[in-house]
């Protein structure tokens, strides 16, 4: 998505911290990523809860 309408974003940042060696950039963007992918799992998980009522959340 960033190539082909050619906006900078969180992936090309990632990438230039990599080649730079921006080790402060480098854990902030995994922490965010590794969040986001938590909140996501989560919310699927409480999604699948509502669209199908014979699943029990323990």
Do not use: C
């Amino acid at each position: 998505m960033e190539q082909i309408f050619a906006v900078p974003g969180i992936g090309r940042a990632f990438v230039n911290s990599i080649t730079g060696r921006d080790y402060t950039l480098i854990m902030g963007t995994t922490v965010v990523l590794a969040s986001l992918i938590v909140i996501m799992n989560l919310v699927s998980d409480i999604m699948y809860k509502i669209v199908d009522p014979r699943i029990t959340l323990e």
